[in-house]
């Protein structure tokens, strides 16, 4: 029952350095969503892909890149790293129009650049 | 664009009722949520409503809808300890990608 896995859990960087966000799912889900979560802000959505091949930008995609070459994984990249990226950031998937179905997120990883 | 606020902050006595407010701006959103996020942990669904309905009941929680005031509530009876946490409300954007807009998130404090 592993669910959505995201790893790191901490991670802290100095500016202008790269790393990649894992996130696999093992629920065979086809929709995936990377949200970051800013004190006071809510979670903003950052990318998201509707299957295998396919990934669309959120409200705030600038400064990270995204690919899903499998089902299973969504990898959030971050190039250069900046303070304003200091955030905790969530995957999350779902099976299918999550309109009427929930979201499954990750427990997260809290980022900060310094 | 779409929005959705929340008031921050509540803090309520172990027993009492909590009623955690939401406003919304889509009125093209079809389902509204209430998700719930304990310390160190993702979030977790609580409960959603159907835009048509106006109240869903499960257990202690109450989802009240006002479509006119866009209007949203979550009301916790019995509020124990274990409900301390964010509680997030949420409206579907509306399309066919599952796109969530969140609020900020309602910090709920229960005192024993």
């Known amino acids: 029952n592993a669910g959505v896995t995201q790893t790191p859990k901490f991670r802290i960087l100095k500016i202008g350095q790269s790393m990649t966000l894992q996130c696999t799912q093992d629920m065979n889900h086809n929709y995936m969503y990377w949200y970051r979560q800013d004190p006071g802000m809510g979670l903003k959505l950052i990318y998201y892909s509707v299957g295998a091949g396919i990934t669309d930008k959120g409200e705030v995609p600038n400064g990270y890149n995204v690919s899903r070459s499998t089902t299973e994984d969504f990898p959030l990249r971050l190039e250069l790293a900046a303070p304003s990226q200091t955030s905790v950031y969530f995957c999350a998937s779902s099976p299918q129009n999550p309109t009427n179905e929930k979201l499954f997120f990750g427990s997260g990883t809290q980022l900060s650049v310094l | 664009g779409e929005d959705v606020e929340q008031s921050l902050f509540l803090s309520v006595r172990e027993g009492d009722s909590s009623v955690i407010n939401c406003t919304y701006t889509d009125s093209s959103s079809t389902y509204l949520y209430w998700y719930k996020q304990e310390p160190g942990a993702g979030l977790q669904l609580l409960t959603y409503?159907?835009?048509?309905?106006d109240m869903k009941q499960d257990q202690r929680l109450t989802v009240l809808l006002n479509k006119k005031d866009k209007h949203l509530s979550l009301r916790i009876a019995d509020t124990q300890t274990g409900d301390s946490a964010i509680y997030f409300c949420a409206e579907s954007d509306g399309g066919n990608t599952g796109k969530l807009i969140f609020g900020q998130g309602t910090t709920l404090q229960v005192k024993p």
């Open positions: 409503i159907f835009s048509n309905m």
